[in-house]
């Protein structure tokens, strides 16, 4: 029921889709092939960081992980809504109402019953919850994926089903569901803990942040543990690498590739018609670490790896029109799901003030962004909410190019150019100040500089001096932790599926801006526990209307992705990162 | 000799344990938080500023950075000698930018404390406009260091407050006292202290100290990046570096050594104007411009010479023959290795050429043509072994460039050698990684540079090591 609250309306607008290679390639095309079969080589930027998934933090390392291990839930790489991999069904959702977790959520998995690691065992409920005590232990480096796991204090399992099981939550939270099933995969306990040394300790006890901290400092079994599982081994050994996916390491040479063999007598095979997230259809998947772009597109044009996202926009645009490319490969340029946005300080002087910040978003131009930088290959964004959203509000339209409207804007906030210098300025607090303000950006993309410079030469227009000041990535966020800076750069990924505003919007959260207030924080914090999807697109609407109006950030544009798929293969692009699922890529007919 | 080599070999410590410093002290100093690198993509835990700090300390802890960083700390007695112990970089970087300011540690402490007091006051005041405003300020303090910024801050904190009656009756004495603290850090500013310097003994327990326990017996601890131990992923670079490098550097001597002597013995005629401006040339291309060119035209069938693999070390399947693996090697080696021998060749050619120059000129030479001797004689007896010296030189700075690897080469073909783990360790903050890369490359340049005197000696008999012999 609530459930179907939550999920029922997702599709909505991501009806579009994506699908590469839909048509045949003729018989002279293929000739020209170099590569053939269904082996697949994709290209990483860098080396996986090990392939411990509780461990590893890079995306890299994800992308193969994701072969080896599976979830209770996936995503789908369409509509973007949670699938069942490991368990059999969405779980069924139920509010406590009474007991130590009132208040909170209870969600009942059962995993598949074919559903076996490669030694034959079967994955159970006790795998799960071994997985989650391994990252909550706090020897064990995984302090990132903690809070996500915090509000789970309890897991029952079902007496008569091993396979099936109870996670007691002590608070309602929109994104729960994925929170439960899609933290982690799911690690065999046999494997990943041969002693057993969280076997006795309950999960209970794990979750309790307190007594788990006391038992670190006292209880041997838990830096044995992490001691073992942290060895290179689980990161590195291939004899130690081992989970429910559909494929197995095959091998791994330091940046040079990474191979993965799909399992003979994989248990998902049978299942995959009815649950697509368990599909896996090449033999083999290499992946190539090749961190310099003009490397990889050569490498591209020799045929020497089949899939490539994040392409380079200009090499993108290029390629669209090189038949070379063009015989061989399939160009998509799916959603994704990050957003590029111009952060304002709005306790600066000279920002504080709402309407000049609005006056900054009609100074810039972002259409001749879009079009000079990006050819073409972004979307406009007015709020922090992809258009691909339902609960986007759509009354919010991009700000236009309005120069004139700026400086009306200004004059009204009390800005204008006294001094004839062709640039506004007003008296703060008996000083003469210049409307000049500072923009940080990141001298490693060569983009972020263009783009500062057109801003700047967008925001003369209009009576604003954008001075460029170009720091290390370290040390643009240490500025804007301590929010010391005028103007900066920013992007941020955003949910596949919903969008909890409490890091970057509530006061109390890691906000750069300064926005907010009482009724915006209580808006938030209302809106992360409301499970009906009517009254929280309401809360969505009415955030982004106060976003909209104060400004504190300048919504630029959301990049498409960038994908290359050999025209062999056809495969859905996705808005997940990077773009494609390897295991998805099927060889045509 | 063997007393020389003793003598060098021992020198080798104090040098050693020099560049340690050095390269312990440069990442002190540089910008990024390794901590950081554990803690990215921990989207939702920023969202909670306790958790964050609770993290971030058991971060710090397992990578020992909760100990002094050196035996000693040589400073001025404006800084307190337990900095350390403020483990958060941020804050640590904030109270040092503080202390470098106004010199008066007590009153700093105090007026961070006083941070600290009126968070706790706030967290536990009634909720409300105000008071959310104030919390969301207050944590800024801990990190902002200039008086502009604070002040504006101290304000904002200040009118939220007076704005609610009942958060005034709750938190204003924390804040009075707050804002006084920091009148104090500005009025009673103490740069006095600056001028006086300080010495602190911290103990053995210190972060040098058990790093460089650890390297003295070949452990240079494990990567960030991978947990991977440091030595395993410098011999995997080293290999393909030294394949690389050593295919090169022999090439580039076979070919340039002749070249050299050819040049010198027909000097002035055409042959050596057309060599040598061959050579200048190639001299004068830059290798990440010959590189690219090569990959582009040579690896893809956009230009139809799709001859070579674009990148990689090849990966012959384990049951190839031994002429499939070479094959699959040769081809993918063979451009990186041009691009890599041609600049090298261009100089030694040149260097051999003008020493050799100089000793064809030389009485002994005339001496040993008037006895009648043959050309060849004269040429490689005579002249060709006086004229080694410098050539000699120049491999020991050749040696420790084909261990540390050649960067550029290695990024554009994609090769896993050396110097791309270098570049990718330090972009990635791996710090082990680097310092095990310096120090291999400490001990290799060394060596080197022990091996061009020895051979020195032996190429030239009047060269003598040892003073006393």
Not at chain 1, 254 to 270: A, C, L, P, T
Not at chain 2, 98 to 104: D, E, F, R, S
Not at chain 2, 320 to 334: D, G, Y
């Amino acid at each position: 029921m609530m459930r179907n609250a939550i999920y029922s309306a997702f599709l909505l607008s991501l009806t579009v889709l994506f699908v590469l290679g839909g048509c045949k390639s003729d018989k002279k095309e293929q000739a020209n092939w170099k590569r053939k079969g269904s082996d697949v080589i994709v290209r990483l930027d860098a080396d996986p960081d090990g392939l411990n998934p509780v461990l590893s933090s890079t995306g890299y390392a994800t992308i193969v992980c994701n072969q080896i291990f599976s979830y209770l839930l996936f995503i789908d790489p369409v509509t973007l809504q949670l699938v069942p991999q490991l368990a059999k069904s969405l779980p069924a959702v139920e509010e406590i109402t009474s007991g130590p977790y009132a208040g909170g959520v209870a969600y009942t998995f059962e995993i598949h019953d074919e559903a076996v690691w490669d030694d034959g065992k079967p994955v159970t409920a006790n795998d799960y919850i071994f997985t989650l005590k391994a990252a909550l232990n706090p020897l064990v480096n995984a302090a990132r994926y903690r809070s996500f796991l915090s509000f789970i204090k309890d897991i029952q399992v079902d007496p008569a089903n091993p396979k099936k099981f109870t996670v007691l939550t002590n608070e309602k939270y929109i994104l729960g569901e994925e929170a439960v099933a899609t933290t982690l995969p799911v690690l065999p306990a046999h494997l990943y803990d041969p002693q057993g040394f969280l076997s006795a300790i309950s999960y209970k006890d794990m979750a309790d942040e307190a007594k788990i901290a006391d038992m670190a400092a006292k209880d041997q079994r838990l830096k044995q543990f992490a001691d073992a599982f942290q060895s290179p081994e689980t990161m590195n050994n291939k004899a130690r690498i081992s989970g429910s996916g559909p494929y197995r390491l095959e091998s791994w040479v330091q940046g040079q590739s990474v191979e993965v063999i799909k399992k003979d007598n994989y248990w998902g095979d049978k299942l995959a018609d009815k649950f697509p997230a368990l599909a896996a259809y090449p033999d083999k998947l290499v992946f190539k670490p090749i961190g310099n772009a003009a490397t990889a597109l050569a490498a591209l044009k020799a045929e020497e790896i089949d899939v490539m996202a994040d392409i380079d926009p200009k090499d993108f645009t290029d390629m669209k029109n090189d038949k070379l490319i063009n015989d061989r490969y399939n160009l998509a340029t799916p959603i994704s799901l990050s957003s590029f946005f111009i952060y304002i300080n709005t306790q600066n002087p000279k920002l504080n003030d709402k309407r000049v910040r609005q006056a900054l978003a009609y100074a810039i131009n972002v259409d001749e962004i879009i079009n000079t930088l990006y050819f073409g290959l972004a979307e406009r964004l007015s709020s922090p909410v992809l258009p691909s959203k339902d609960y986007r509000n759509t009354d919010l339209k991009e700000v236009p190019y309005d120069p004139a409207k700026a400086k009306e804007l200004l004059k009204a906030a009390g800005w204008m150019d006294s001094n004839n210098n062709g640039t506004v300025d007003k008296m703060i607090n008996g000083k003469l100040t210049e409307l000049s303000v500072t923009y940080l950006i990141s001298p490693q993309r060569e983009i972020s500089k263009n783009i500062a410079l057109l801003m700047q030469d967008n925001a003369r227009k209009a009576g604003i001096g954008i001075e460029i000041v170009s720091k290390e990535f370290p040390e643009i966020i240490a500025s804007l932790k301590k929010r010391d800076y005028e103007l900066s750069s920013g992007g941020r990924t955003v949910s596949p599926t919903l969008w909890d505003p409490m890091q970057s919007w509530h006061t109390q959260g890691d906000n750069r801006t300064g926005f907010g207030n009482a009724s915006s924080d209580s808006l938030i914090e209302q809106l992360r526990i409301t499970l009906d999807k009517t009254k929280r697109d309401a809360m969505y609407k009415q955030l982004q209307a106060i976003i909209y109006d104060e400004q504190p950030e300048v919504y630029l544009y959301a990049p498409s992705g960038r994908l290359a798929v050999h025209k062999r293969f056809e495969t859905p692009a996705t808005a997940m990162y990077p773009g494609f699922f390897a295991n998805l890529i099927k060889l045509k007919d | 000799m063997l007393r020389y080599l003793i003598r060098r070999l021992l020198w080798f410590v104090p040098t050693l344990v020099v560049i340690t410093i050095v390269t312990f002290g440069l990442s002190q100093r540089t910008p990024g938080d390794p901590v950081a690198v554990f803690l990215d993509n921990v989207g939702s835990l920023e969202s909670d500023p306790a958790a964050y700090q609770r993290a971030y300390y058991e971060v710090a802890q397992s990578l020992g950075l909760d100990k002094p960083a050196f035996y000693f700390t040589l400073t001025t007695r404006a800084y307190p000698r337990d900095l350390y112990k403020e483990v958060n970089r941020d804050r640590r970087t904030c109270l040092r930018s503080l202390i470098a300011q106004y010199g008066n540690w007590p009153q700093i402490k105090n007026y961070y404390d006083g941070i600290a007091a009126l968070e706790t006051r706030l967290s536990a005041a009634t909720e409300g406009q105000s008071a959310t405003t104030a919390r969301a300020t207050v944590r800024l303090l801990y990190l902002q260091d200039e008086d502009p910024v604070i002040r504006i801050n101290l304000d904002t904190i200040g009118n939220a407050i007076q704005a609610d009656s009942v958060l005034k009756s709750q938190v204003f004495a924390a804040f009075d006292s707050l804002s006084k603290a920091y009148e104090q850090v500005t009025s009673q500013a103490g740069p006095a202290k600056h001028y006086l310097p300080a010495l602190y003994w911290n103990g053995f327990d210190n972060q040098y100290h058990n790093w460089l326990k650890k390297v003295l017996v070949g452990n240079f601890g494990r990567s960030y990046a991978n947990r991977q131990p440091v030595t395993d992923r410098l011999w995997v670079a080293l290999r393909w570096t030294l394949v690389i490098n050593g295919i090169a550097i022999v090439l580039a001597y076979l070919i340039a050594v002749p070249l050299g002597v050819y040049t010198a013995i027909h000097r002035g005629k055409r042959q050596d104007s057309w060599i040598t401006t061959l050579l200048f040339m190639l001299h004068s291309l830059p290798v990440f411009w010959v590189a690219t060119l090569l990959l582009i035209f040579f690896t893809t069938p956009e230009y139809g010479m799709d001859w070579f693999p674009t990148m990689g070390v090849g990966e012959p399947s384990s049951d190839a023959s031994f002429f499939e693996r070479l094959f699959i090697r040769v081809s993918h080696l063979a451009l990186p290795v041009f691009c890599l021998t041609y600049g090298a060749l261009a100089f030694i050619a040149r260097q051999m050429r003008g020493s050799m120059t100089e000793a064809l000129q030389q009485d002994f030479v005339r001496t040993a043509r008037a006895k009648g001797l043959t050309q060849r004689q004269v040429i490689w007896k005579h002249a060709f072994r006086n004229a080694l010296s410098p050539i000699i030189t120049m491999l020991g700075s050749v040696l420790p460039a084909a261990i540390a690897g050649s960067v550029v080469i290695e990024v554009i073909f994609n090769i896993p050698g050396m110097g791309k783990l270098t570049v990718d360790a330090i972009y990635s903050k791996d710090w082990p990684v680097v310092y095990g890369v310096l120090i291999l490359s400490a001990i290799v340049t060394m060596a080197g540079i022990l091996l061009a005197d020895i051979l020195y000696a032996l190429a030239d008999p009047r060269v003598k090591l040892d003073k006393k012999q």
